[in-house]
């Protein structure tokens, strides 16, 4: 029988996804065997004509990481759509926009503005900004379009399944493919880790405040962590309530508060909103003035509740006049 | 007739770099342009955010050198808020960032660069992978390889939390001090690793220097240029990744200038073209003449070869013997032999391992006392390391609550970016005439662009495999006229 055609690829994202890809260490000359894979532009070589070539639905698999940024990624996605039977969506920026998401507070005039005229290093005495088409002495030079909006993979094609994290883990990568190579898959549109949240199985659960206790929100900088004490009761911003379970801790190990890289459960639907609601129920507050008090003390609340969300939220994007 | 060849090095459409190649009448080649079509604008969407998360927000510009970024973050963390971290948590920092400095360049050497001489600039392209390293080093290595990698990683995960994307460090110090248990196991991967540099140093010996083809082409003119050159170097201008000053010395050697990272701005210009989204910074004293070296070019080099050019020499034993010898084989300073970065690179991988060592057995290090709390009111900082992609600059102003205000990023390979372009032209120039594309010019290009071990959008390098490229030859109408593929 013929091995499933397997593809990766990435959008607007780091590269993270593929270090978790060879994190998988003995595991992936495992994967390697049991499938052929057809894309891995940062491994193999990659014609896009081959891609083109291939029959509607041929390639078993894409795996695509990143955000949607640029007209390039959103064809590029496209394209293996039409070819693939299942899209995962792999890690945080392609399931709920990630950090490079963060941009929608902004937009393309300002990021173009401060990067090509203002930034304090940049020399450009004629104003110059990238263009989509360049005339050159000797011809034309072309560059994609930059988005005004970063897109989630699911705002411009249909997805399967989501592989949340940044970056996913290396056995959530492993249970996902063995599911998929096995035909044992969820219902879709599901999100492969644990539906439940990170503070089930956290080790400082025993602390977690069950009511009004927090006068105070405190940052990470200001104060000695312990390393033992739930972040939320020592009033430190900790989006574990409002995110999905499967990471492992990652971050708390490290004695650091979790960001919600996971997103949220199936129950939810805007994570953001959600840890509002988590947070509201832990404040120990009796008058309008000391609630304002509160929640003044919060830096940058819309950011760091939807530090990796942003374009999945409800919100999407700042208001763009 | 005038064609124009396109080389698309990711070959995907959105790529992280895109050659093209412009002929004049006569077939030779006009002009070539290094384009770079990808941007995410981290420094805008930093403004607004609290100060503190920028070691967790800008690690996202690369998942292939993560550390860094979060180490350069955390640096300027210490100077915005005006706090000294305590001996511990700074020999942490450093210890953790070596063990990333070893695993990043070793793996270079064996998954990407190496592969164009262990197997060979001329093998078959099918070869020219880690699998051909494999056949040619054998199996057993490959599997050092890897164990190397991974015990790397895990050390960074003890301190970070987690490898892509660590998140231990504060301003003034980091999240939590390391145990006597874990100080020995570091101790043996350290060990390991200043063996395991010593035997990839012997793999480039027997290989490389051995072969009088390979020598001729390290040494050759295709792959020279005289510039400028930039690194971090510690008091006794010896190689520092972490802490220190940055010296530039000129294309014949000299030291040019010596500064502080506070005052990179009276350094550094960043010039802006139409026709890539990348800038191209260059030396602002010297002054911006073009795509050109020379003494009065401001483009310089950063990265291996660069950080060995500016400094005297190593800090460790056994890095400084191999330093002494690549100048002595290589003619002295400074060496302007683009491939000779791969040498610089197992160097520093060397120096990495002893530096690892060298923390890993200083008792101070399990201190508990790993965190000074700020008190001042921040208002500006700058930190600045040494990538193993070159000198990296995070700069951020906020206001009296810690709020990003601006943010002003110069990510290591961009400091290349220049000479890049210079490198591609040439390799392009000699390999190019009357229209006749040599076979070899596919391989030829890729490597003046992988002795840098560039990191567009931070993620065109590393990983086992190549980049794969193709040309396209367009007539003037712009049709396809010859096709040539590396498979």
Same mark, same amino acid.
């Given at each position: 029988?013929a091995?499933?055609?397997?593809?990766?690829?990435?959008?607007a994202?780091?590269?993270?996804?593929?270090?978790a890809?060879?994190?998988l260490?003995?595991?992936?000359?495992?994967?390697?065997?049991?499938?052929?894979?057809?894309?891995w532009?940062?491994?193999?070589?990659?014609?896009?004509?081959?891609?083109?070539?291939?029959?509607d639905?041929?390639?078993?698999?894409?795996?695509?990481?990143?955000?949607?940024?640029?007209?390039e990624q959103?064809?590029?996605?496209k394209l293996l759509?039409?070819k693939?039977?299942?899209?995962?969506?792999?890690?945080?920026?392609?399931?709920?926009g990630?950090?490079?998401?963060?941009?929608?507070?902004?937009?393309r005039?300002?990021?173009?503005d401060?990067?090509?005229?203002?930034?304090?290093?940049v020399?450009?005495p004629?104003?110059?900004?990238?263009?989509e088409?360049t005339i050159?002495?000797?011809?034309e030079?072309?560059?994609?379009?930059?988005?005004?909006t970063?897109?989630?993979?699911?705002q411009?094609?249909?997805?399967?399944?989501?592989?949340?994290?940044?970056?996913?883990?290396?056995?959530?990568?492993m249970?996902a493919v063995?599911?998929?190579?096995?035909?044992?898959?969820?219902?879709?549109?599901?999100?492969?880790?644990p539906?439940?949240?990170?503070?089930?199985?956290?080790?400082r659960?025993?602390?977690?405040?069950?009511?009004?206790?927090?006068?105070?929100?405190?940052?990470?900088?200001?104060?000695m962590?312990?390393?033992?004490?739930?972040?939320?009761?020592?009033?430190?911003?900790?989006?574990?309530?409002?995110?999905?379970?499967?990471?492992g801790?990652?971050?708390?190990?490290?004695?650091?508060?979790?960001r919600?890289?996971?997103?949220p459960?199936?129950?939810v639907?805007d994570?953001?909103?959600?840890?509002?609601?988590?947070?509201?129920?832990?404040i120990d507050a009796?008058?309008?003035?000391?609630?304002?008090k509160?929640?003044?003390?919060i830096?940058?609340?819309?950011?760091?509740?939807?530090?990796?969300s942003?374009?999945s939220s409800m919100?999407?994007?700042?208001?763009?006049? | 007739?005038?064609?124009?060849?396109t080389?698309?090095?990711?070959?995907?459409?959105?790529?992280?770099?895109?050659?093209?190649?412009?002929l004049?009448?006569?077939?030779?080649?006009?002009k070539v342009?290094f384009?770079v079509?990808e941007?995410?604008?981290f420094?805008?969407f930093?403004?607004?955010r609290?100060?503190?998360?920028?070691?967790?927000?800008?690690?996202?510009?690369?998942?292939?050198c993560?550390?860094?970024?979060?180490?350069?973050?955390?640096?300027?963390?210490?100077?915005?808020?005006?706090?000294?971290?305590?001996?511990?948590?700074?020999?942490?920092?450093e210890?953790?960032?070596?063990?990333?400095m070893l695993e990043?360049?070793?793996?270079h050497?064996?998954?990407?660069?190496?592969?164009?001489?262990?197997v060979?600039p001329?093998a078959?392209p099918?070869e020219r992978?880690?699998?051909?390293?494999?056949a040619?080093v054998?199996l057993e290595?490959a599997g050092?390889?890897?164990?190397?990698?991974k015990?790397?990683?895990?050390?960074?995960?003890?301190?970070?939390?987690?490898?892509?994307?660590p998140?231990?460090?504060?301003?003034?110090?980091?999240?939590?001090?390391?145990?006597?248990d874990n100080?020995?196991k570091?101790?043996?991967?350290?060990?390991?690793?200043v063996?395991?540099?010593?035997f990839?140093?012997?793999?480039?010996e027997?290989?490389?220097?051995?072969n009088?083809?390979?020598?001729?082409?390290v040494?050759?003119?295709?792959?020279?240029h005289?510039?400028?050159?930039?690194?971090?170097?510690?008091?006794n201008?010896k190689? &520092?990744?972490?802490?220190?000053?940055?010296?530039?010395?000129?294309?014949?050697?000299?030291?040019?200038?010596?500064f502080?990272?506070?005052? %990179?701005l009276?350094?550094?210009?960043?010039r802006?073209?139409?026709w890539?989204?990348?800038?191209?910074p %260059?030396?602002k004293?010297?002054?911006w003449k073009?795509?050109?070296?020379g003494?009065?070019?401001?483009?310089?080099r950063v990265a291996p070869?660069?950080r060995?050019?500016?400094?005297?020499?190593?800090?460790t034993?056994l890095?400084?013997?191999? %330093?002494?010898?690549? %100048?002595?084989?290589?003619?002295?300073?400074?060496?302007?032999?683009?491939?000779?970065?791969?040498?610089?690179?197992?160097?520093?991988?060397?120096?990495a391992?002893?530096?690892?060592?060298?923390l890993?057995?200083?008792?101070?290090?399990?201190?508990?006392?790993?965190? &000074?709390?700020?008190?001042?009111?921040?208002?500006?900082?700058i930190g600045?390391?040494e990538?193993?992609?070159?000198?990296?600059?995070?700069?951020y102003k906020?206001?009296?609550?810690?709020i990003?205000?601006?943010?002003?990023l110069i990510?290591?390979t961009?400091?290349?970016a220049a000479?890049?372009?210079?490198?591609?032209?040439?390799?392009?120039?000699s390999?190019?005439r009357?229209? &006749?594309?040599?076979d070899?010019?596919?391989?030829?290009?890729?490597m003046?662009?992988?002795?840098?071990?560039?990191?567009?959008?931070?993620?065109?390098?590393s990983?086992?495999?190549?980049?794969?490229?193709?040309?396209n030859?367009r &007539?003037?109408?712009?049709?396809?006229t010859?096709?040539?593929e590396?498979?």
């Open positions: 029988m091995k499933p055609k397997v593809a990766f690829y990435w959008c994202s780091c590269g993270g996804c593929e270090e890809v060879v994190d260490a003995e595991n992936i000359l495992k994967v390697v065997e049991a499938v052929e894979i057809v894309l532009p940062v491994a193999m070589d990659f014609k896009i004509k081959d891609v083109e070539a291939l029959q639905k041929e390639i078993a698999v894409s795996f695509i990481n990143g955000a949607i940024r640029t007209s959103e064809h590029v996605a759509r039409k693939s039977g299942l899209v995962v969506a792999f890690g945080a920026c392609a399931h709920l990630g950090i490079p998401g963060l941009a929608n507070f902004s937009n005039a300002k990021i173009f401060y990067v090509y005229h203002r930034s304090p290093s020399d450009n004629d104003r110059i900004t990238p263009q088409k050159v002495k000797e011809g030079l072309t560059l994609p379009e930059f988005y005004n970063v897109h989630t993979l699911d411009v094609i249909d997805v399967d399944y989501y592989l949340p994290g940044c970056a996913p883990p290396p056995d959530l990568i249970n063995e599911a998929i190579l096995t035909g044992n898959l969820p219902e879709k549109g599901s999100v492969l880790s539906d439940k949240s990170l503070c089930d199985t956290c080790k659960k025993i602390t977690k405040p069950e009511k009004s206790v927090i006068k105070e929100i405190k940052r990470v900088h200001e104060v962590l312990d390393p033992d004490r739930c972040f939320l009761d020592q009033g430190i911003i900790c989006l574990g309530p409002a995110t999905r379970d499967g990471c801790e990652r971050c708390i190990n490290a004695n650091m508060p979790c919600g890289c996971f997103g459960t199936s129950r639907d994570q953001g909103a959600k840890f509002l609601s988590a947070l509201a129920s832990i009796d008058t309008d003035d000391e609630i304002r509160i929640t003044d003390s830096a940058d609340p819309a950011g760091i509740f939807y530090f990796y942003l374009p919100l999407k994007r700042k208001f763009d006049k | 007739m005038r064609k124009r060849i080389i698309d090095p990711i070959t995907r459409l959105e790529g992280h770099g895109k050659i093209e190649i412009f004049d009448d006569r077939g030779d080649v006009e342009y384009q079509p941007l995410r604008g420094e805008i930093s403004v607004g609290p100060a503190e998360e920028m070691p967790r927000i800008t690690p996202k510009i690369c998942g292939v993560p550390t860094t970024h979060h180490i350069c973050s955390t640096k300027a963390l210490d100077d915005l808020f005006k706090v000294e971290p305590p001996p511990a948590a700074k020999k942490l920092r210890l953790m960032y070596s063990a990333f990043d360049h070793t793996l050497f064996f998954f990407l660069g190496g592969p164009d001489f262990v060979g001329s078959p099918a992978n880690i699998l051909g390293v494999i040619k054998g290595i050092k390889v890897i164990k190397l990698r015990e790397c990683r895990d050390v960074i995960t003890l301190f970070g939390g987690r490898v892509i994307h998140v231990c460090g504060l301003p003034g110090g980091i999240s939590k001090p390391l145990t006597e100080r020995l570091i101790v043996e991967v350290a060990k390991g690793g063996e395991f540099a010593q990839a140093l012997k793999i480039f027997d290989v490389v220097l051995k009088k083809d390979y020598v001729d082409l040494v050759g003119d295709v792959y020279k005289a510039t400028y050159y930039m690194g971090m170097v510690d008091k201008n190689v &520092n990744f972490y802490d220190g000053d940055i010296r530039i010395v000129t294309p014949e050697g000299k030291e040019f200038t010596r502080k990272p506070g005052e %990179y009276d350094h550094i210009g960043e802006v073209e139409s890539s989204y990348v800038k191209f %260059y030396l004293k010297v002054g073009g795509f050109v070296d003494v009065d070019s401001g483009v310089y070869l660069a060995l050019n500016v400094s005297d020499g190593m800090a034993p890095a400084q013997a191999e %330093y002494e010898r690549m %100048y002595e084989t290589l003619g002295g300073k400074p060496v302007h032999n683009t491939l000779a970065f791969h040498w610089a690179r197992l160097i520093e991988a060397l120096y391992a002893e530096r690892m060592l060298e890993a057995q200083d008792k101070e290090i399990t201190d508990p006392h790993v965190r &000074n709390i700020p008190t001042a009111t921040p208002n500006e900082g600045i390391v990538a193993p992609r070159g000198t990296l600059i995070h700069h906020t206001d009296k609550n810690g990003i205000t601006e943010a002003n990510v290591a961009v400091n290349n000479a890049i372009c210079m490198s591609i032209e040439k390799a392009a120039k390999l190019i009357e229209g &006749n594309v040599s070899g010019l596919l391989n030829m290009v890729e003046a662009f992988r002795a840098y071990d560039p990191c567009f959008a931070c993620a065109t390098h990983m086992p495999g190549k980049i794969p490229l193709s040309i030859i &007539n003037r109408q712009g049709e396809i010859q096709t040539i590396r498979d």
